[in-house]
C-alpha cells in the first residue's frame, strides 16, 4: 500500500509532481518566515513600517500558494510529504 502523499514518478505526473514538491519547500519555508515574524512582532524588533511590508509579503506569497495550488490541482493537505517514523513534514494546523 502507497501512502497517498508521496510523490508517484510516472511520466505522465512528473510536472504535476516535481510542483508537488517545489510548492511543499515553499510552504515550509513560508511557515517558518511566519512564525519568525510573529516572534518578532511580539519581541517588539520591528518598526511600524517593517511590520507592514512583512505582513503584506507574507499575505502576497500565501496568495500566490493558493494559485498555483489550485492551477495544479493540489489541496494544502495535498504538500505535507509523509516522512514516514518522522511523521508529517508540515505541522497540522
Given amino acids: 500500500m502507497t501512502p497517498r502523499n508521496r ?3 510516472e511520466p505522465d505526473s512528473v510536472e504535476r509532481d516535481l510542483v508537488k514538491l517545489v510548492l511543499t519547500v515553499v510552504e515550509l519555508l ?4 511566519e512564525r519568525q515574524a510573529v ?18 509579503t507574507l499575505m502576497l506569497l500565501e496568495e500566490r500558494m ?19 517514523p518522522l511523521g508529517p ?3 497540522r494546523d
Fill in 7 to 9: 510523490l508517484d514518478l
Fill in 30 to 33: 513560508r511557515q517558518l518566515m
Fill in 39 to 56: 516572534r518578532r512582532f511580539e519581541t517588539g524588533e520591528l518598526n511600524t513600517d517593517q511590520e507592514e511590508r512583512i505582513g503584506l
Fill in 66 to 84: 493558493v494559485d498555483l495550488r489550485e492551477r495544479y490541482g493540489l489541496r494544502p493537505e495535498d504538500l505535507n510529504l509523509d516522512l514516514g
Fill in 89 to 91: 513534514l508540515l505541522p
